[in-house]
């Protein structure tokens, strides 16, 4: 069974620059939830959907966006990159709800460098 | 955001010994409390959880001790082993996810 599939997994843009990440969940899983990680701040909750609605958002600014497809596949759109947007983006799939079971499965991440 | 406070940041550990480490949430609307794992280059992976209905949940040598009152838990390693050199990450889930930032174990051989 394949596990999640980020894509890119590295990527080097420039302030200003906007970004679309890609995350295909394991096949039947219908949540798909983001996670920021950089060394201080460690995980952070971006979004998740779940049966392609936005079911929960963390308190991030309105310049990151995700949607889901009725494949479940998800992305995430980072616009008017800044510095401090560089970090590893991490996507996690679920059966149901993240909230509810909290066993989440994820990818190895896409490490977005900003310049 | 970080409603998870977790230590220590970093912890080095011999071979065989016991590795402690330490969450405490303030939300009490959580309900369920996992502790992930993550090698460099992987993201993180499911370790053990606990629901606060019980106090401890044992599996093999990772322990969790939860203690409701006090809004903490901890992760105990026992015989700790260099393959257990990675960065553990303690969670707090209920309408939504927080993490803690995370501890960077190392067992020296």
């Known amino acids: 069974k394949a596990g999640v599939t980020q894509t890119p997994r590295y990527l080097i843009k420039t302030r200003g620059q906007q970004v679309t990440l890609s995350c295909s969940p394991i096949?039947?899983?219908?949540?798909v939830s983001w996670y920021q990680q950089t060394p201080g701040q460690g995980l952070q909750f971006l979004f998740e959907?779940?049966?392609?609605?936005?079911?929960n958002k963390g308190n991030f600014p309105g310049r990151f966006s995700g949607r889901q497809f009725s494949n479940s596949r998800s992305e995430m759109n980072v616009s008017t990159l800044e510095l401090g947007d560089s970090a590893l983006y991490l996507c996690?799939?679920?059966?149901?709800?993240?909230?509810?079971?909290?066993?989440?499965?994820f990818g190895e991440g896409s490490r977005l460098t900003v310049l | 955001q970080q409603q998870v406070k977790q230590s220590p940041q970093s912890l080095i550990v011999q071979k065989g010994g016991i590795s402690i480490i330490n969450c405490a949430y303030e939300?009490?609307?959580?309900?369920?409390f996992p502790w992930y794992q993550q090698f460099p280059g992987k993201g993180p992976a499911l370790l053990i959880a606990?629901?606060?209905?019980?106090s401890e949940k044992k599996e093999g040598r990772f322990t969790i001790s939860f203690n409701k009152s006090a809004k903490q838990f901890s992760l105990h390693i026992m015989d700790s082993q260099p393959g257990d050199s990675a960065t553990y990450f303690c969670?707090?889930?209920?309408?939504?996810?927080?993490f803690g930032a995370g501890t960077r174990l190392t067992v020296k051989p």
């Open positions: 606990i629901r606060p209905d019980v």
């Open positions: 969670a707090a889930i209920g309408y939504d996810m927080r």
């Open positions: 959907y779940f049966s392609e609605t936005q079911r």
């Open positions: 996690a799939s679920s059966l149901g709800i993240a909230g509810g079971t909290g066993e989440l499965f």
């Open positions: 939300n009490t609307a959580f309900d369920y």
């Open positions: 096949s039947g899983h219908r949540s």
